[in-house]
């Protein structure tokens, strides 16, 4: 979703500084935007359409359905060290997802996508940790990006599990585990947080995932450094290095068409059955 951009910064002389893209952060995010695709069309086929080889395929995919999500997470955050206004790119992000949810406040209300309703999916939370990035950029410069992203990747360990335990268990299960209090779980208004159970389809809270995003943040200072290894910025698949450019207009589009397509495609098994 977050596309980067890279504009020529000011050097001390005020010479504009020459930035190369990085093709690999493109061809990364291309790759992962067509694998997002295709597992939400086996959802859409199995779930929605009730269709048996939609279900097994969307079950067999779905342990790894989380890392491709973290790598969007993780290369939005690098791609806030290469943003012109992070203010105004979280701030498109926050209207394109709030305009999602009412869309599917709609279809859930039509009975054309029943319980599929996102109070808090993965636009919702990438605007949210874009905003937050932009109003904590000066505090977050401080801190070396080594030590950061450290500390944030325990971070994000010790929280992956949040969600998952109904917003009720920090730590590692095993090692370490702590309760958080049933008053606070009780809340409904820390559901983005991952805290307590809330219903709705495409969960992504802060926790863990603002960790994650914080982690290529702090991997983008040395993007906006230059500092990449060379292979990064060479163009190797010009395929993917293009839909990386147009992650946005492909996720904002692709479960309207994958509706679309399997209904039309059930249509058409039913004729040739029937």
Known sequence: MCNHTQPAPTGETGNPLTRRRIHFLDEVRGLDILLMVI????????WVFNLSWGRTLFLFFR?????FAGIFVFLCGISCHLSHNNWKRGGMLALIAIGISLVMWLADFLNLLPGQMIWFGILHFLATAILLFALFRPLLSKIPPLAGLLVCAFLFLITWNLPFHQGSTIGIPGVWEWKIPDSLIAMPALYPLGIGY???ADY??????????L??????VWAEQDRFPQWMYRRRVPFFSFLGKMTL??????QPLAYVLCWIGVAVAGWITG
Not at 215 to 220: A, D, H, L, T, Y
Not at 249 to 254: D, L, N, R
């Open 215 to 220: 982690c290529g943040s702090f991997i983008g």
């Open 198 to 200: 809330g219903v709705g």
């Open 39 to 46: 597992y939400h069309v086996f959802y859409m086929a199995g």
């Open 249 to 254: 207009p492909i996720y904002v589009v692709h």
């Open 63 to 67: 342990p790894v359905a989380p890392f």
């Open 204 to 213: 992504f809270p802060l926790f863990p995932w603002i960790f994650c995003f």
